[in-house]
């Protein structure tokens, strides 16, 4: 939970907020099946919405059927690619 004092008006709020991402259950048993990682076999991996990202190694491994434009969407949001 993350906790930071704010000032309005003189007074300091602490704000909390935590923030939960939802994966939806075909892609948690997409990365339980194939044990983490095909490249090093680490399961410290992200599901992004068209791929599975290896936070170890790098890899990237498409996921089957998974929406490009979703990913694209994805990418300039979380800030992983600067609009032009």
């Given at each position: 939970?993350?906790?930071?004092?704010r000032k309005?008006?003189?007074?300091?709020i602490e704000a909390q907020a935590k923030i939960?991402?939802?994966?939806?259950?075909h892609l948690l048993e997409?990365?339980?099946?194939?044990?983490?990682?095909?490249?090093?076999?680490?399961?410290?991996v992200e599901v992004e919405p068209a791929f599975i990202h290896c936070r170890y190694c790098?890899?990237?491994s498409r996921i089957r059927g998974a929406s490009l434009l979703a990913q694209e969407e994805w990418e300039m949001r979380s800030?992983?690619?600067?609009a032009s």
């Open positions: 939970m993350a906790k930071s004092p309005r008006a003189g007074k300091a939960v991402r939802f994966v939806p259950r997409q990365v339980e099946s194939s044990r983490g990682c095909h490249k090093c076999g680490s399961l410290f790098g890899s990237l800030g992983m690619r600067l």
